[in-house]
């Protein structure tokens, strides 16, 4: 990948530069070179993009096609990415620099999100009540309209396939934002989109910065949903924008996960998944366990393993297939995340292994951190890094009471091998998915969103029918 890329806009099935030919510099995190450039999206981009899917929508084929059709047809997208999944893998990992093992399992996932629903769609079946005064209601599930889409750069394409395909499969056209640091994969999407048959605008792919190319497309009145993943403070803008006409929004934002380990715990599980929780893709991750509560009767054991694992994860080169972990994915972000760990001594916190690298590279070690007050900002807020907060406790009371004392709520994990204890805290816990001795595991039928400031809304299965269609109930005297 020597020569330097260029990924634009695709409108219309066809890959364009921006009207005024501006673009931007595309960086890999890892080499800390600018590998490719994108197109800038400005407002009259965002126009362009938008008039097309509406048009598609309005007047094309893709709204009318026979849900085993539009199957079909997004099948056919998901055998093109399956057959080029090495080249997409490889885009996401130059992007932002995650290890090549888990872009393929990135890919992996993603092609799977546009299969279930292609076939979520085909099969659904919609509600009929006979009713007592002798009418007969059911419900109808027709397509919404326009989708604006909008996501972020820590899991470039699955984040954006993610909503794409519900938006799709459900009859709707859509044009996608990805984030501006890592435009690649899900421009390569648009180009398969085209080579898989799609009709011209029912998936556009639209690049550029939130602001003016994001902003456009939320406060544009053709867009008939807005649906966003990205953080709380830009959440609220997008919310703000889309009720300039009323386009309802789903928001998948921010978190601040919360990690209990009851003294109950099968420790090789809890400390496998402990790791995994934080150290993934660097700690980027909105469902991150990035606070940790161990029960105080097996503190100093677990610790003792947690750090011994946080330390063997081998750090390298993202495409060496020995490495578990690597850099940031830009030095912005780095910036931030360094911030937090060099604030953690002057807030009476203490770094047990990790911090920030000192070789130049955009690089924070996985840091574990004992000690903090609960008030610290390194506690309180999302690092969005591999930076984990730990404190001990003495009772289930006590602890619940500690996880649920954040503005989040996205998720929470506990580890606890007593089944009653699992029932009861999980239905105590405010967040919107709890995963019980593992993590990150999803079956796309169920809800998945975020409570308070990690989101609106849930996706996923007939939450995702609900959002990207117009239910309609139709009454009729028989
Ligand atoms: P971000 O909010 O900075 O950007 C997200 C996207 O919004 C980007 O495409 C950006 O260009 C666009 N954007 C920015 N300003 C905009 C505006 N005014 N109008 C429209 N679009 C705008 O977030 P990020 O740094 O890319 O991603 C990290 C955040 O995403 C973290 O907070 C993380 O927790 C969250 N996230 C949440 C989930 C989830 O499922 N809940 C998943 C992944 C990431």
Redesign the pocket.
Known sequence: MSERQFFGHVIDGKEVPSADGTTFEVWNPWTQEVWADAAEGAAEDADRAVASSRRAFDEGDWPRLGRAERAVAIHKLADLMEERSDELATLDTTNMGKPFAQSKHDVGRSVWNFRFFADHQRDHCGEVYPMDSGHHSYSEYGPAGVVAA??????PLM?ASWKIAPALAWGNTCII?????TPASVTMLGRLATEAGFPPGVLNVLNG???P???S??ADDRVDRVT????????K??MA?AAGHLAPVSL????KGANIIFEDADLDNAVHWAVEAIFRNSGQI?LAGSRLYVAAAIYEEFMARFVAAAEALVIGDPFDPATKFSSLASRKHFEKVSSYVEGVGADGGKVLTGGVDEDGRWLVRPTIVADLPLTAPAYCD?I?GPVCVVNRFESEDEVVGLANDTRYG?NAMLFTENLSRAHRVASRLRAGTVWVNCFFIRDLRTP?G?VGD??VGREGGNFSREFFTEPKAVVMQI
Do not use: Q, Y
């Open positions: 909008i996501s972020p750069w820590n899991f984040m934002k990805p984030s501006e640091d910065h939130g602001r190319a994001g902003s497309l939320t966003f993943t990205g953080s709380s403070t830009t959440g803008h997008v924008s998948e934002l921010g978190g909105c999302e969005f996205l998945f975020g990690s989101g």
